[in-house]
């Protein structure tokens, strides 16, 4: 039998050129052991999380430490509860001291038309608010910062005319009626506002808000009855002191000029915000006082300093004044008068309103009254010093003022509602 041989494939010879065969055929048999990476491969994170949960030691949890309180962060809250409270306590303060003290500046012997106290006044705060603005204006980082719009422009304006002519008439009244009697007729300022601020900030008074007017008309009542009366002798012809008439008419002007500008004030704040950034404090103080400084030096220079001799010289010579003691006094009120004026507009500005004002000047009637009667009263003297002493009437009348704007500002939440 023909025995069959099996033949192993012979491997196709390679074309000429072509070394994919032998290259291949050695990389076969030649293969060398792959190395080992030095670099560890990074775990994944469930496996890091099992690993770090057997290997971690468990740490104890303490209990969250207690806060340290400041002292200054425990002013700040006092500060957020109470402030508008403090400002009303700090107002009333510095409004009683500028009251006697304004009366003090009555009687120095220099003649009133020379308006030489409001100057100096303003002069001493334009002094002291120069630096504090300039202070500010170095802070500014923006240009809007330092711009004013027109309708601010125009507030402004009349807020600092309104606020200059009101000191002009507040020193022409208290020499005519005296400080407790002119503070019993700025103490009306609650009515005023009341309707003042329905014509501008269409705010309508409650019932309870009304009964705290009517209370608060009836002291005025009570408590410058005489007064009236001797300004109505005066009126008719029956005799009477000319100057209690006068200084009557001065003190209603003044307190319908300072609360025009307040009202003002409140008004120019409560504007929509704008690109224009809220005036501060101590810009419109600022305004104020250099419209007040401006008019003022014009009018010394046209009317004071050609009558110098008649207006200052000579009552100082005659009542043994000298010159320097009448403007350090001067310049003293100047100063309590701006940090009146500052608190005066913080309060404006804080949660009581045009309010808060109001209800210091009723309740500072009282204090006013019982601080003239101190200092000023002689129950033997006529004129000043006659009206500043305390009587049943005025008593009466000061707490029925302060009882009526108490009333009106507790019902100051409901009150603020507008007109339809």
Not at 184 to 201: E, F, G, K, N, P
Request: aromatic share 6%; charged share 15%.
């Amino acid at each position: 039998m023909p025995v069959s041989v099996r033949r192993r494939p012979r491997a196709a010879s390679p074309r000429p050129g072509d070394f994919s065969g032998i290259n291949s055929s050695k990389s076969a048999a030649v293969t060398p052991p792959a190395k080992q990476s030095t670099r560890q491969r990074s775990p994944s994170p469930s496996s890091k999380s099992r690993s770090s949960s057997k290997a971690a030691p468990k740490k104890k949890v303490s209990a969250p430490a207690t806060p340290k309180v400041s002292a200054s962060h425990v002013q700040a809250n006092l500060y957020a509860k109470y402030g508008d409270v403090l400002g009303l306590v700090a107002l009333l303060a510095s409004g009683t001291n500028l009251s006697i003290l304004g009366q003090y500046v009555a009687d120095v012997p220099i003649n009133k038309a020379a308006q030489l106290h409001l100057l100096v006044q303003f002069l001493v705060q334009l002094v002291v608010l120069i630096p504090r603005m300039l202070a500010a204006s170095s802070t500014a980082t923006t240009k809007a910062k330092r711009k004013v719009s027109t309708a601010q422009a125009i507030h402004l304006a009349f807020i600092s005319i309104f606020y200059v002519a009101g000191f002009a008439l507040s020193f022409a009244a208290v020499p005519r009626a005296g400080t407790a009697l002119n503070q019993v007729v700025y103490s009306t300022s609650i009515i005023v506002m009341a309707a003042l601020s329905y014509a501008v900030l269409g705010r309508v008074p409650t019932t309870g808000q009304g009964v705290g007017m009517a209370i608060a008309f009836a002291g005025v009542a009570v408590a410058s009855q005489k007064a009236f009366r001797d300004a109505f002798r005066t009126l008719s012809g029956k005799g009477g002191s000319g100057d209690v008439g006068i200084g009557l008419a001065l003190s209603v002007a003044m307190t319908l000029s300072f609360n025009v500008s307040t009202v003002l004030l409140e008004r120019m704040h409560r504007m929509p915000r704008t690109r224009h950034a809220p005036l501060s404090s101590a810009f419109v103080q600022l305004c104020q006082v250099s419209l007040g400084v401006l008019a003022l030096a014009s009018y010394v220079c046209v009317m004071t300093i050609p009558r110098w001799n008649e207006y200052v010289t000579a009552p100082l010579a005659k009542e043994g004044w000298t010159l320097k003691s009448a403007l350090l006094l001067y310049a003293f009120n100047g100063v309590c008068s701006l940090a009146h004026s500052q608190i005066y507009i913080s309060v404006a500005r804080g949660g009581f309103g045009a309010n808060g004002t109001g209800l210091v000047n009723a309740l500072r009637t009282a204090t006013v009254s019982v601080a003239a009667h101190l200092f000023f009263c002689d129950a033997n003297g006529t004129g000043k010093a006659r009206r500043s002493c305390l009587d049943h009437g005025k008593v009466t009348g000061a707490l029925l003022i302060a009882a009526g704007g108490t009333t009106y500002v507790l019902n100051k939440e409901n009150g603020k509602k507008k007109r339809s």
